[in-house]
């Protein structure tokens, strides 16, 4: 997808590399730090963002989950809570998106959120199944959801908030027995559901705040998206 060598956090939307968008937001929250894990081209996303945002190195790209566990080493012993965003669907969010389901969160008393969209059926993204309160039951990756004969709207946008206690004690229980053999960060959902820790849902207003870019059609539309 574009300049094959360019880490995809730095391909540009609107003139600007992707991720800046999601600092931005992150320091408009004045959240009391941002790092940012890198591992493909490293050294041309520390040159082109700097100091913006401190760095963790995952030196064998094993999957989300890992990418947790490597930025999890670099969080203050202060911070009690963790915010996780995706560099590469996160440009979209409104600051005050990311502010109420922050306060949703806290008011919640919440030890794992995530934010939800509903997307048609066509989109191939993983999926959020809720049980007959609609309370989180289950998250599914794609292929787990074409098998499964479920039918829901609801995905997960990958943006999670962790009791960072919890997180410790809980990310080194990810296994990577998967067809792709990678630590899922999705993984974590299904942990704390099977021991009976609440986890928060709040789905998005606008679904259109949530853009991935996986493709060249997607990267355009982002490009599109931008200019209106």
């Not at 502010?99 to 969160?105: I, L, T, W, Y």
């Not at 959120?113 to 990756?141: H, W, Y």
């Not at 792709?180 to 559901?193: F, M, S, W």
């Given at each position: 997808m574009?300049?094959s060598?360019?880490?995809?956090?730095?391909?540009?939307?609107?003139r600007?590399?992707?991720?800046?968008?999601?600092?931005?937001?992150l320091?408009?929250?004045?959240?009391s730090?941002?790092?940012?894990?890198?591992?493909?081209?490293?050294?041309?996303v520390?040159?082109?963002?700097?100091?913006?945002?401190?760095?963790?190195y995952?030196?064998?790209?094993?999957?989300?989950?890992?990418?947790v566990k490597?930025?999890?080493?670099e969080v203050s012993?202060n911070s009690?809570?963790?915010?996780v965003l995706?560099?590469?669907?996160?440009?979209f969010y409104?600051?005050?998106?990311?502010?109420?389901?922050?306060?949703?969160?806290?008011?919640?008393?919440?030890?794992?959120?995530?934010?939800?969209?509903?997307?048609?059926?066509?989109?191939?993204?993983?999926?959020?199944?809720?049980?007959?309160?609609?309370?989180?039951k289950l998250t599914l990756?794609?292929?787990?959801?074409k098998?499964?004969?479920?039918?829901t709207?609801?995905?997960?946008c990958?943006v999670?908030l962790?009791?960072?206690?919890?997180?410790?004690?809980?990310i080194?229980q990810?296994?990577?027995?998967?067809?792709?053999?990678?630590?899922?960060?999705?993984e974590?959902?299904?942990?704390?559901?099977?021991?009976?820790?609440?986890?928060?849902?709040?789905?998005?207003?606008?679904?259109?705040?949530?853009v991935?870019?996986?493709?060249?059609?997607?990267?355009?539309r982002?490009?599109?998206l931008?200019q209106?």
């Amino acid at each position: 997808m574009g300049d094959s060598n360019k880490p995809k956090v730095l391909l540009e939307i609107g003139r600007r590399p992707m991720i800046e968008y999601t600092i931005d937001k992150l320091n408009s929250l004045r959240v009391s730090e941002i790092i940012l894990v890198v591992g493909h081209g490293a050294e041309d996303v520390k040159t082109c963002i700097g100091p913006l945002c401190r760095y963790a190195y995952q030196e064998n790209p094993e999957g989300t989950g890992d990418a947790v566990k490597v930025g999890l080493q670099e969080v203050s012993s202060n911070s009690d809570t963790v915010m996780v965003l995706y560099g590469d669907d996160s440009a979209f969010y409104k600051v005050e998106t990311l502010k109420k389901f922050m306060a949703s969160h806290i008011e919640s008393g919440d030890v794992v959120s995530i934010i939800t969209a509903d997307k048609p059926q066509t989109d191939r993204v993983g999926r959020i199944i809720r049980d007959e309160n609609g309370q989180f039951k289950l998250t599914l990756e794609v292929w787990e959801y074409k098998k499964s004969g479920l039918k829901t709207d609801e995905v997960n946008c990958g943006v999670y908030l962790f009791d960072k206690k919890w997180l410790k004690n809980h990310i080194d229980q990810l296994d990577n027995n998967n067809d792709k053999k990678e630590y899922r960060i999705t993984e974590l959902l299904n942990l704390a559901h099977a021991e009976g820790t609440k986890i928060g849902l709040f789905k998005l207003e606008d679904p259109g705040e949530w853009v991935g870019v996986n493709t060249p059609e997607e990267l355009e539309r982002a490009n599109k998206l931008m200019q209106i």
